[in-house]
């Protein structure tokens, strides 16, 4: 158990259940991915041992693709930017 923990705080043992999907290392260093509802092992080689969390794993339901709004957009010449202007003057007659 690390020092800066609460000293009421135990660190969970193998054999309980897994209440946070995450990343977990044991005393021994070994790194373990365990899902929410999966048992904590045993380490293989030391038997019972506690399990630290050390990193979320966070499901962003990403796609993997940039959000469009974060692109970053063409710049508008003079010209372009006066005819996208929201305020530019309709005509109010057709020339034919």
Not at 60 to 67: A, I, K, Q, V
Request: glycine share 6%; net charge negative.
């Amino acid at each position: 158990m690390s020092e800066e923990k609460n000293h009421f705080q135990m660190d969970p043992m193998s054999g309980e259940p897994v209440e946070v999907e995450g990343v977990y290392t044991n005393e021994w260093g070994r790194e373990e991915k365990l899902d929410r509802g999966d048992v904590f092992p045993a380490d293989p080689q030391m038997g019972t041992t506690e399990w630290e969390l050390t990193q979320l794993n966070i499901d962003n339901h990403s796609t993997g693709e940039t959000d469009p709004r974060l692109v970053p957009k063409k710049k508008a010449t003079a010209h372009e930017a006066h005819l996208q202007h929201p305020k530019r003057h309709k005509k109010t007659h057709e020339t034919e």
